[in-house]
């Protein structure tokens, strides 16, 4: 399928595309003030191009500068994502729960208008950010799941579609309950034991990415007028159990955006995100004057001193899972920062897309 047929899937992505082939037709026009505008997002954000010639980030931040709203310019970069095969974490093609399904999740937040809006369990929509940005304009509400959310999808004119598995998913989870259900289910116990070692051994072997077991995009930016929104949009933990909600859609969690203060949010563990609200935390650190790197870095501590559960530590007593946060504050300044080095993400500024390092809280690995 070639990028024109992804871009087709929906209502909203086909007016996203068109308003970005059109924008891309003028010169950009960097407006001059003080604030530089800047994307920051997950890795992934610098990767997928979906068949097209700009990644995420690069592509969000050339709207952004020719003048698009950029809450609008955000979701068309992740939209690059959520319609990516390639990407097994996010959108169409996104691992799936335990029964096989794709259920996806997303929420977004506008800082100028003070509105937000969010999807969960959502199946059959290839772009829910897309869904989530509806209930925020269409609605008075700021979470909608399940069957309500792809009941309201339909009525907003989206395509739903069957079945949201790629062949390379659905071979990946085939593969996944080939392994641990060899004679239906274990008891309860064991299986989770044996679910866990299969999706290593998984890891190991390169058939699972091990940035999408937990994988997300989240995406947030500022231009020069000193606007900022942020989105996030996942397919979530790979083989959840289903209708498990992460932090991907929660305000708060997931993402949070204030526009005066800042933007955060973040990919990794989202029952360790959820249970601290971190990316809340964040944005009102950086409300008291802290830069984004101590306020993630903060988040990162709060997040290691309530793991306290044994089957959640390594063998050092620390967290056996990884967590990142994302944030930019209202000045333009940005960081991106994880529990464990090797993590990254992704930034586009006047000088381009670029990868880089995370801030890690911790040294080693997460499993030693
Ligand atoms: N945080 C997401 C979730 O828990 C997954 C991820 O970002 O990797 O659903």
């Known amino acids: 399928m070639n990028r024109r047929d992804f871009v087709r899937t929906t209502v909203g992505a086909t007016l996203a595309a068109s308003a970005t082939r059109s924008l891309f037709a003028q010169a950009p026009t960097i407006m001059s003030n003080s604030i530089k ?3 920051i997002s997950s890795a992934n954000g610098n990767k997928f191009k979906n068949g097209g010639e700009m990644t995420c980030v690069h592509k969000a931040w050339t709207m952004m500068t020719q003048g698009a709203d950029v809450l609008d310019a955000l979701i068309a970069g992740v939209n ?7 990407d097994t974490s996010v959108g169409y093609g996104g691992l799936p729960n335990a029964d096989g399904v794709v259920q996806l999740d997303s929420c977004c937040m506008h800082g100028p208008k003070k509105r937000a809006g969010s999807v969960a369990c959502i199946e059959g929509v290839r772009t829910p950010s897309l869904v989530a940005k509806a209930v925020m304009e269409h609605t008075d509400h700021h979470l909608i799941v399940g069957k ?5 999808a339909r009525s907003m004119g989206f395509k739903i579609e069957d079945d949201l598995n790629t062949d390379e998913s659905r071979k990946i ?66 083989w959840k159990i289903p209708g498990r909600v992460g932090d991907s859609p929660i305000l708060g969690a997931g993402l949070y955006v204030d ?17 601290g609200l971190c990316s809340f935390l964040i944005v009102e650190n950086m409300r008291r004057g802290m830069h984004p790197k101590d306020a993630g870095m903060d988040a990162c501590r709060r997040i290691k001193g309530n ?12 967290p056996n899972f990884g967590v990142n946060f994302y944030m930019l504050n209202a000045k333009g300044e940005y960081a991106g920062v994880s529990m464990y080095a090797g993590a ?6 006047e000088a381009g897309p670029q990868t880089v390092p995370c801030e890690p809280l911790l040294q080693g690995k997460p499993e030693d």
């Open 307 to 318: 793991t306290v559960e044994k089957r959640l530590l390594n063998s050092r007593g620390e």
């Open 259 to 275: 526009g005066q203060a800042g933007a955060a949010g973040s990919t990794g563990r989202g029952e360790a995100n959820l249970y």
């Open 148 to 152: 309500g959310a792809q009941n309201f």
């Open 173 to 238: 989870w085939l593969e996944w309950k080939r392994r641990t259900d060899p004679e239906h289910y274990l008891d309860p116990e064991q299986r989770t034991a044996a679910g866990n070692k299969v999706m290593m051994e998984m890891v190991a072997e390169g058939l699972i990415d091990r940035q999408h077991i937990y994988g997300t995009i989240n995406c947030d930016g500022i231009n020069s007028k000193g606007e900022i929104c942020g989105v996030t949009t996942t397919s979530g933990l790979a």
């Open 344 to 349: 990254s993400f992704a930034v586009c500024t």
């Open 80 to 86: 690059t994502v959520e319609l990516d095969p390639l």
């Open 37 to 39: 505008p800047v994307v």
